[in-house]
């Protein structure tokens, strides 16, 4: 085994200590591209976490060791230097797999992100499980991600593609959600946690009905698996894909969790070294999954770098951390729904026990237009994300062309959040007033 650098510094030792520091105080010194101005006198308040997550010093570390004590190829070599990157390439597997309660290690592909996992499945699984006529369901609220694959699926096999869309106050609508299910259904592909309403979904109600009628379900949990615990067999789905970097991991790194039997199932979608078993002049037999799925070199300091920042989240507990990001989603909803501009919050608001709900917030102001707001609001150092969020159908159908999103990690604080309001008015009121830009994406269709 690789002896990484130990997860959290010592910060983690004030927990429980009676000073009453909040988790976001406690762990921030772990992540030094905090520590700095944005610009001259403006402190850097980072606010913009569901687009990437900053990386704890332990993970920078434990890349930093990758490079300098035991670089070389996994699986390859049987010299030391390639028995230990494999070693910790394998353990980082285990690592992720006890993250999100798999049941075998054999469950876990790593791929370059979500993005690549959802591609892998549209493709080896769906091109030989859609039919012509067979219906896939989605939501509204799908990131491209979770949405272009199935429309790019869906034309190869002449299927058809259905929404299950939002209730009134922005959350799904499973009444509809249950109505679209019926005997064509062959895949249902949802979002747990929308990056753009902040919504947390049923998966496992989703996840029961979608096999009552013979359906498989894939959950997209980017926004979940960084902010709250996501145990693949309580959710009881077929697949779930996250991103690295959304989780204080890398980039370039993610991974595929599929319930063993049916990536057995599956045939290879990249062909290419690692994923054989045997190779012939004219064919190939293929290796068990999760080496069937991870051709070519892969990720290898990226996926080490994966299982250091599970093991950060780890060591400070993923129920701490859930039970502050509902903290600090009910913050930052009720300070900026409490500001007298005029404002649209996109999502549904927070029930009473805070737990409905990532710490992000999307919204819209009558007064400005989201990018112009994104830019003043960075001219005070408070870094947000302004854009359709990588959600444009949803967008649309909400009848904005984007919207602002301050979206907060287990770093951030109140504080952060006060900043992001302080700079919001300011910027408001700079741009805003009688006659001011006007956001031309106010009113909703729902
Ligand atoms: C909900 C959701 N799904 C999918 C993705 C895609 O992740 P990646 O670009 O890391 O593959 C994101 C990233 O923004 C996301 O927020």
């Known amino acids: 085994?690789?002896?990484?650098?130990?997860?959290?510094?010592?910060?983690?030792?004030?927990?429980?200590?009676?000073?009453?520091?909040?988790?976001?105080?406690?762990?921030?010194?772990?992540?030094?591209?905090?520590?700095?101005?944005?610009?001259?006198?403006?402190?850097?308040?980072?606010?913009?976490?569901?687009?990437?997550?900053?990386?704890?010093?332990?993970?920078?570390?434990?890349?930093?060791?990758?490079?300098?004590?035991?670089?070389?190829?996994?699986?390859?070599?049987?010299?030391?230097?390639?028995?230990?990157?494999?070693?910790?390439?394998e353990a980082a597997r285990d690592k992720v797999r006890t993250f999100i309660n798999a049941e075998d290690r054999?469950?876990?592909?790593?791929?370059?992100?979500?993005?690549?996992?959802?591609?892998?499945?549209?493709?080896?699984?769906?091109?030989?499980?859609?039919?012509?006529?067979?219906?896939?369901?989605?939501?509204?609220?799908?990131?491209?991600?979770?949405?272009?694959?199935?429309?790019?699926?869906?034309?190869?096999?002449g299927a058809t593609l259905k929404f299950a869309r939002l209730n009134a106050d922005m959350s799904l609508d499973m009444d509809h959600y249950l109505s679209l299910l019926g005997p064509r259904t062959k895949l249902v592909a949802c979002?747990?946690?929308?990056?753009?309403?902040?919504?947390?979904?049923?998966?496992?109600?989703?996840?029961?009905?979608?096999?009552?009628?013979?359906?498989?379900?894939?959950?997209?949990?980017?926004?979940?698996?960084?902010?709250?615990?996501?145990?693949?067999?309580?959710?009881?789905?077929?697949?779930?894909?996250?991103?690295?970097h959304k989780m204080c991991g890398p980039t370039g790194i993610g991974f595929l969790y599929g319930r063993l039997e049916l990536l057995r199932s599956m045939a290879p979608w990249q062909g290419g070294g690692e994923m054989i078993d045997e190779v012939f002049f004219d064919h190939s037999t293929f290796a068990e999954p999760p080496s069937r799925f991870e051709a070519g070199t892969p990720a290898i300091a990226q996926a080490i770098g994966l299982g250091a920042a599970v093991d950060y989240l780890s060591a400070i507990g993923m129920d701490a951390i859930e039970a502050y990001e509902h903290e600090l989603a009910v913050y930052l909803w009720d300070r900026v729904a409490a500001l007298p501009a005029e404002l649209t919050l996109y999502g549904p608001p927070p029930n009473a026990a805070g737990d409905n709900r990532n710490p992000l917030l999307a919204f819209n102001a009558r007064a400005a237009h989201a990018h112009d707001l994104s830019f003043f609001i960075d001219q005070e150092g408070v870094a947000v994300r302004a854009g359709h969020h990588c959600t444009q159908a949803l967008h649309r159908s909400l009848g904005a062309a984007g919207s602002i999103r301050a979206s907060c990690y287990l770093y951030n604080t109140r504080a952060d959040v006060d900043a992001f309001v302080v700079a919001l008015e300011a910027s408001l009121a700079f741009l805003g007033g009688e006659g001011g830009a006007g956001g031309g994406d106010f009113g909703l269709l729902l």
């Open 106 to 157: 054999k469950e876990i592909v790593f791929t370059r992100g979500a993005t690549e996992a959802i591609n892998l499945v549209a493709y080896s699984w769906g091109d030989a499980n859609i039919n012509a006529g067979d219906e896939i369901v989605l939501t509204v609220m799908e990131h491209h991600s979770n949405m272009v694959p199935w429309q790019l699926l869906a034309a190869r096999r």
């Open 191 to 244: 979002v747990h946690a929308s990056n753009a309403l902040g919504c947390i979904n049923p998966v496992r109600a989703m996840a029961d009905a979608a096999h009552a009628v013979g359906a498989r379900i894939l959950v997209d949990a980017c926004q979940s698996v960084p902010t709250m615990r996501v145990d693949v067999q309580q959710l009881g789905v077929d697949w779930l894909v996250a991103s690295g």
């Open 1 to 89: 085994m690789v002896a990484s650098p130990s997860p959290p510094t010592s910060d983690l030792k004030l927990e429980n200590s009676s000073g009453g520091l909040s988790l976001g105080e406690k762990v921030r010194g772990d992540f030094p591209i905090l520590n700095q101005e944005a610009y001259p006198g403006k402190p850097l308040v980072y606010l913009d976490s569901a687009a990437t997550s900053q990386k704890p010093a332990s993970v920078i570390a434990t890349l930093d060791q990758y490079y300098t004590e035991y670089n070389s190829n996994v699986h390859r070599g049987a010299h030391s230097l390639s028995i230990r990157s494999t070693e910790a390439y």
